[in-house]
């Protein structure tokens, strides 16, 4: 059974500093997709990383994609507060077009 | 403009009565998914549909019944024999011409008591 861990669950950071949020998962999947989430909304898609070594940047976020250590981590260079927000990773279960995520990180970015 | 709907945004329902949310995508994606959050939870998959008139339940669809007769809408019924319905749903549907990427739409707050 596949399983996505994420970590931290709550991050609270100051503006202009940089964190990486890890998303760990179980067994063998070559998509992962990144999500974020704002209070009371739906999810927005961020990354989609399909490969080993994939590595995705937009802005202030990158994400990237070791199959090998089935890890993802998302950075944040020097964070602004309206990054705040819930981020979500989510992990392909081998080809089954279903998802499953995890249970999400809540980031706040303080002035 | 393509995209998913969820009609309605908020819905307040009695306990023992069965509610159905609507799901419609222009999107021309054959897949789509429902899921359930609860607060500071993840997405629970309750049931999905590759194609029109075949679906399969997901890891919590006791108390959830779904159809798809087309391929452009998939409702969800909540019934009564759902133990705790109060959460947010949300419906999706799967690109699968770009990289699997599952779209959301913006999701309908059930509230029952």
């Known amino acids: 059974e596949l399983k996505v861990e994420q970590n931290p669950l709550f991050l609270s950071m100051q503006e202009g500093k940089n964190y990486t949020i890890y998303c760990n998962y179980s067994?063998?999947?070559?998509?992962l997709y990144w999500y974020r989430q704002d209070p009371g909304k739906s999810l927005e898609s961020l990354f989609v990383?399909?490969?080993?070594?994939a590595v995705k940047q937009e802005g202030r976020l990158m994400a990237s994609l070791d199959t090998k250590a089935r890890l993802s981590t998302l950075h944040i260079t020097a964070a602004v507060h309206d990054l705040s927000a819930t981020y979500f990773c989510?992990?392909?279960?081998?080809?089954?077009?279903?998802?499953?995520f995890g249970k999400g990180t809540k980031l706040t970015v303080n002035p | 403009d393509g995209g998913i709907t969820q009609s309605p945004k908020y819905l307040f329902r009695k306990e023992g009565q069965n509610v159905t949310l609507s799901c419609e995508q222009n999107?021309?994606?054959?897949?789509m998914y429902w899921y359930r959050q609860d607060p500071g939870q993840g997405l629970r998959l309750i049931y999905y549909?590759?194609?029109?008139?075949?679906?399969q339940k997901g890891d919590i669809a006791e108390g959830y019944s779904v159809s798809r007769e087309k391929k452009e809408s998939f409702p969800l019924t909540v019934t009564s024999a759902q133990k705790n319905p109060t959460a947010f749903y949300l419906c999706?549907?799967?690109?699968?011409?770009?990289?699997?990427?599952?779209?959301f739409g913006p999701g309908t707050r059930l509230t029952v008591t």
């Open positions: 999706a549907s799967r690109d699968s011409q770009s990289f699997h990427e599952q779209y």
């Open positions: 067994t063998t999947s070559d998509r």
């Open positions: 990383l399909l490969s080993n070594g």
């Open positions: 989510a992990v392909d279960r081998g080809g089954s077009e279903k998802l499953v």
């Open positions: 999107l021309n994606h054959d897949a």
């Open positions: 549909s590759q194609i029109v008139n075949d679906f």
